[in-house]
Every structure is written in structure tokens, then in C-alpha cells.
């Protein structure tokens, strides 16, 4: 009788959490599992003396103390307690936790990727003061093969970050990426990992595994002017899942040392003219942002002779931005021109009066996508500007086509976005070879593509005739096809500086500089000022600084010119001519090496 009473005991024992609605006894590393998502989801669980290890504003974090925490690696040691609202709950408390197990997400959000969370928590308090786990360190590798939940397995526990850099510049929320280290990540040929059915032969990127986000501003508003390349010191907080990012959530200042910035480029040599082109991010008659392309355009760009402009409103903008550059400096005067498209932005020039125009023409306004009559082929036209530069002697020909591709926008799920970008660059194609033979031409804007392919289509392989490492949609042969140098790419051929643009912290070139067979002997290199691409956004609205102006940073191509018309680079004259006196040494060592 006595042994049936102990085992009917036993028994209510075991089952007294269900009965009474706490749930299974767990621990968190048995609750976190060692996959993607916890294997108790939609479950009731409990899990007992966790210390509390950051509070946030609807909820907290809890971790098992050292002495019972799992030895595997596999497993994270902390879960996320929802509450809804600021907890009443300090860091350092003991507590006992129950409530259901779900794996958070939002719309957008990777189907692999959640946060795992109790939610509808009971929360039993049972002592303050009880020491933190040690942080354990988190440095992401950048190499392809690792598990995948190479990042899960620490989820919501305390880290150490160590010093590293800024990838990008702080976002609205004080948010930016970084790695761990020195080496600052770039784009790379390929498509974007996690894609389905991807046929042989077809390149796949990484991703970068290496780089992740930092709520910076959790440490304090200093972050929120963080600009991309400055170092961050070492970081300690928790990591968690958040927006569709892993982020490391400081719980203390870190230090950040600032770099230079902006940067301008640099000024021009005897005789060289310069052509540049730059995105105006959606430009209208915004009296503070025409100030900042003012800046932008001035300062940075040291007023190029020609500019190509993307994503202006209307000519009458561009006409407002010429005037505020003239206001700001009496010396420099812009001419806008500008033709409407399909879209409710467009493409354009500033031309200074060292290079009058000749002639401004669209191309391709009413071409539609192939298959698709109802779809036009170019939402921005190419732009072709004939003129000729006059301020070294005689007139120097050249003429300037700017584009502003098809976005990247769907290219992962669309095939019409697919299908428009391909036939978008192979009409380009088209258009550049019906120019003539001998043309000195400037390719340049803001193609929306990489110097190589994204493997769905390569874009600059099918303008430029390069060769291409393969994608879904292969290049076309062009009739007549006119060989493109991307002088972008010749001029970073380090990579250190090649980039227009970032994007999830990494460093990519949309924007680029083509030139012509014919031009190819006077191009004296490009650089890109940088005042957007790295830029927090926290100073976008700020009119005293060009900082922040667009999300581009404006490739800016010099060209040397002819001022005697003889057809002789003028810098390559005082090479032919020998070294005999000083200052010709002086001119031979600048321009002849």
C-alpha cells in the first residue's frame, strides 16, 4: 500500500507543471535546441533560476549560470523573454520564467532566420545581485563553409565583440555593419547565397558571413554619426535576432575612432578636364538638400566640367541647383539640361561653360520589354551629350552618354526584372555601337550593376564586350560591338577604394566610367568623392556639410586634353619632347612614368 503511494506520488510529480499550465522543465539550451528553431515551439515550457542579463523596452534577456550552462557548442545558453512593455526587472536578478516557446519574425524575414522567445511570460523573481555569465566571443568567419546556425548558436547571449570597423555608416536607428578586424568586405561575382536551382557553372557569393550589425545607439547617440571605415573598439553586450539581422546589442559605450571625412578628389593638372556623374537621390526644389548638392558638387567633386545627374524631379530643379552652385561661387557656372522620361526622376547634365553643349538627345524612350508591350524598356533613357571642352586652346571633342539602369530590386524572384535589366543593357550595346568608329566617348550614371557579373545577368559584360563568368542570362553577341574600358575598375584595381556604394555592409560599385577605343589614351584615371556612400544618415538633413547629400558616392573621370590640336595628349608632348631643362624634368616626372 505504502509503495503504491509513493508511485502515485511520483507520478503527480511528474505531471503537476502540465496540470497546473507551467509547462515542460527545461533548460534554455534545451529550449533553444541545436537548429534553426527551437524544437518546443507552440509549447509551454519553464525554465528555473536563469539570471537576468539585459533589459530592453518590451522585454529581456535570461541566461543559464555558468555552473549549469551546456558545454556544447551547438546550443545558446539564453532566450529572449517577451513582455510587451519595459519590463519592472533589473540585469543581475535571479528569476524563474515560464510561457509559450515561439520563433519570432517579421514579413521579410528569412524563412531559417527568428528570434526564439517565451512569450506570455509568468515571472517569479527569486534574488537581485547574481553575477553575469561570462561573455563569450563572437568574430564571425568569412569563409563559405560553415554551418548554418554558425550565428544562432549564441543567440541571445552575452558577447565579446572584438575591435574591428564600421562597413557602413549609421542608419536612423543609430544601427551599422561591421567586422571584426581590418579587412573591409566587398561585393563579389555571384549570386546571393540561399538561392534554389541554381544550374552549374553559375557563380554564388558567400554573402560575406563575416560581417554583422550593431545597435550602436543602445550604447549611446555618439554611434549615430558613425561613418563607415572608423574603428570600433570591442563591443560587449548580448546578440540577438532583429529586422532580419543578427545584431550585437552593446550594453555599454565602445569607443569609435573617426576617420577623414568627406574626402574631395583631387584637383586637376594642366590640362585635364573632368566628367563625373552622380545619383541626386530623388532631387526636387528642397531649398536645404539644393544647398547640400551645392556643397556636394563644389567641394567634393571640385565642379566637374560635365555632370551627369540620375534622379532629378524635373529640369526646372536642375536649373535651381545651377543657380545655388553660381550663388555659392560666382566663378562657376552650369548650364542644366534635362529630357523627361517614364519615370517620375530622371537623367540630366550640368555643364559647365568650359564645355558648351552642342547637342542633348534621348534615346530609347519608347522601346518596351520584349514580350511585354504594356512594359517600357527604359524607365530613365539614356542621354547622349555632344559638346566640346575650351578651356585649354583648341576644342577637345567628346561626347557623354549617361544611363540609369533597371534596379536590383526583385532580380532574385523576378524574371521579368531579369529580362528588363538584360535587354535594357543589351540595347545600350545597341546604341553605342551605331555611334561612329572614332567617337571619344564617356559612358557613365549609375548602372544598378556590379564591374562583374550578379548571376542572374551581367550587365557591364554585355555593354562592355569583357568576358563574363556566366549567368542565368548569358550576353548576347552586338553587331558591331564597341570594346568599353571600365576605367572605374582600372583605377581601383586594389580594391581598397572600389565602391560607389553599400549595401548590408558591404562595399559595391554601381557607378561607372566607360570610355571609348578612341578616348582610351587620355583618360588620366577616376576617383570617387566620398561624402554619401559612408555617410550616417543622421546628417542627411543637415545643409552645412555635403555629407550625407546621396546614398552615391560620383565616380569622377579626368581626361587630359589637346591645346594645340595636333592630336597629342598634352602631357605626352613634354614626353616626346625629351628632359633637358628643369622644369621639363619636373613635368616628365609627373605625367610620364
Given at each position: 500500500?505504502?509503495?503504491?503511494?509513493?508511485?502515485?506520488?511520483?507520478?503527480?510529480?511528474?505531471?503537476?507543471?502540465?496540470?497546473?499550465?507551467?509547462?515542460?522543465?527545461?533548460?534554455?539550451?534545451?529550449?533553444?535546441?541545436?537548429?534553426?528553431?527551437?524544437?518546443?515551439?507552440?509549447?509551454?515550457?519553464?525554465?528555473?533560476?536563469?539570471?537576468?542579463?539585459?533589459?530592453?523596452?518590451?522585454?529581456?534577456?535570461?541566461?543559464?549560470?555558468t555552473s549549469r550552462a551546456d558545454a556544447s557548442e551547438e546550443t545558446s545558453n539564453a532566450i529572449f523573454v517577451y513582455t510587451g512593455s519595459v519590463p519592472s526587472i533589473s540585469?543581475?536578478?535571479?528569476?524563474?520564467?515560464?510561457?509559450?516557446?515561439?520563433?519570432?519574425?517579421?514579413?521579410?524575414?528569412?524563412?531559417?532566420?527568428?528570434?526564439?522567445?517565451?512569450?506570455?511570460?509568468?515571472?517569479?523573481?527569486?534574488?537581485s545581485g547574481a553575477p553575469l555569465p561570462a561573455p563569450v566571443t563572437f568574430s564571425p568567419r568569412g569563409d563559405r563553409d560553415q554551418p548554418e546556425n554558425a550565428i544562432e548558436r549564441f543567440e541571445g547571449m552575452l558577447v565579446s565583440v572584438p575591435?574591428?570597423?564600421?562597413?557602413?555608416?549609421?542608419?536612423?536607428?543609430?544601427?551599422?555593419?561591421?567586422?571584426?578586424?581590418?579587412?573591409?568586405?566587398?561585393?563579389?561575382?555571384?549570386?546571393?547565397?540561399?538561392?534554389?536551382?541554381?544550374?552549374?557553372?553559375?557563380?554564388?557569393?558567400?554573402?560575406?558571413?563575416?560581417?554583422f550589425e550593431v545597435a550602436g545607439a543602445k550604447a549611446g547617440d555618439e554611434a549615430r554619426t558613425i561613418v563607415a571605415g572608423s574603428a570600433i573598439g570591442a563591443i560587449e553586450g548580448v546578440l540577438t535576432f532583429a529586422f532580419g539581422e543578427f545584431q550585437a546589442w552593446p550594453a555599454s559605450p565602445f569607443a569609435i575612432a573617426p576617420i577623414e571625412f568627406p574626402r574631395s578628389v583631387r584637383s586637376r593638372r594642366a590640362g585635364e578636364m573632368t566628367v563625373a556623374s552622380q545619383n541626386l537621390l530623388q532631387l526636387t526644389s528642397n531649398a536645404p538638400r539644393i544647398e547640400k548638392f551645392s556643397r556636394l558638387i563644389r567641394e567634393i567633386l571640385r565642379s566637374p566640367d560635365v555632370l551627369a545627374v540620375s534622379e532629378a524631379q524635373s529640369l526646372a530643379v536642375l536649373q535651381n541647383l545651377a543657380a545655388r552652385i553660381t550663388a555659392d561661387d560666382p566663378s562657376i557656372r552650369y548650364s542644366a539640361h534635362l529630357v523627361p522620361g517614364n519615370d517620375s526622376y530622371h537623367v540630366g547634365f550640368l555643364v559647365r561653360d568650359t564645355f558648351p553643349a552642342a547637342s542633348v538627345e534621348q534615346f530609347g524612350r519608347d522601346l518596351t520589354v520584349p514580350g511585354r508591350p504594356d512594359q517600357k524598356l527604359f524607365d530613365r533613357p539614356p542621354l547622349l551629350l555632344r559638346g566640346s571642352y575650351i578651356a585649354n586652346g583648341a576644342p577637345f571633342e567628346l561626347s557623354i552618354l549617361a544611363v540609369h539602369l533597371r534596379s536590383l530590386i526583385d532580380i532574385e524572384t523576378s524574371d521579368f526584372a531579369r529580362t528588363k535589366r538584360h535587354h535594357g543593357a543589351v540595347e545600350l550595346a545597341e546604341l553605342i555601337a551605331s555611334l561612329p568608329a572614332d567617337i571619344r566617348l564617356v559612358v557613365t550614371g549609375d548602372f544598378n550593376a556590379f564591374e562583374f557579373t550578379d548571376g542572374y545577368v551581367d550587365v557591364l559584360a554585355q555593354i562592355t564586350g569583357a568576358p563574363s563568368l556566366g549567368a542565368l542570362i548569358p550576353v548576347e553577341p552586338v553587331e558591331n560591338a564597341k570594346r568599353l574600358t571600365n576605367q572605374t575598375v582600372i583605377a581601383t584595381a586594389a580594391g581598397g577604394d572600389r565602391y560607389s556604394y553599400v549595401h548590408g555592409g558591404n562595399a559595391q560599385v554601381l557607378d561607372h566610367s566607360l570610355t571609348t577605343a578612341a578616348l582610351d589614351a587620355w583618360v588620366r584615371g577616376v576617383e570617387f568623392g566620398r561624402a554619401s556612400a559612408d555617410a550616417p544618415d543622421a546628417l542627411s538633413g543637415d545643409s552645412s556639410t555635403a555629407i550625407a547629400a546621396s546614398d552615391h558616392d560620383a565616380p569622377v573621370l579626368y581626361i587630359i586634353t589637346?591645346?594645340?590640336?595636333?592630336?597629342?595628349?598634352?602631357?605626352?608632348?613634354?614626353?616626346?619632347?625629351?628632359?633637358?631643362?628643369?622644369?621639363?624634368?619636373?613635368?616628365?616626372?609627373?605625367?610620364?612614368?
Open positions: 500500500m505504502r509503495t503504491t503511494s509513493i508511485r502515485f506520488a511520483a507520478a503527480l510529480l511528474a505531471l503537476w507543471p502540465t496540470l497546473v499550465g507551467a509547462g515542460v522543465l527545461l533548460e534554455i539550451y534545451e529550449i533553444q535546441g541545436s537548429g534553426m528553431f527551437s524544437p518546443y515551439v507552440g509549447q509551454e515550457v519553464e525554465t528555473r533560476d536563469n539570471v537576468v542579463t539585459f533589459v530592453s523596452t518590451d522585454g529581456f534577456f535570461i541566461q543559464t549560470p540585469k543581475g536578478t535571479l528569476v524563474d520564467v515560464s510561457g509559450r516557446v515561439v520563433e519570432f519574425q517579421r514579413a521579410g524575414d528569412a524563412a531559417n532566420e527568428a528570434l526564439t522567445e517565451i512569450v506570455d511570460p509568468v515571472i517569479t523573481p527569486l534574488s575591435a574591428g570597423i564600421a562597413t557602413s555608416g549609421a542608419d536612423r536607428f543609430g544601427d551599422f555593419y561591421m567586422v571584426t578586424g581590418n579587412d573591409r568586405p566587398f561585393r563579389e561575382p555571384g549570386i546571393e547565397p540561399g538561392a534554389s536551382n541554381i544550374p552549374p557553372g553559375i557563380p554564388v557569393w558567400d554573402g560575406n558571413p563575416e560581417v589637346d591645346a594645340n590640336g595636333n592630336g597629342v595628349p598634352d602631357d605626352r608632348e613634354q614626353c616626346d619632347a625629351g628632359d633637358g631643362a628643369a622644369g621639363r624634368r619636373r613635368l616628365v616626372r609627373l605625367f610620364c612614368r
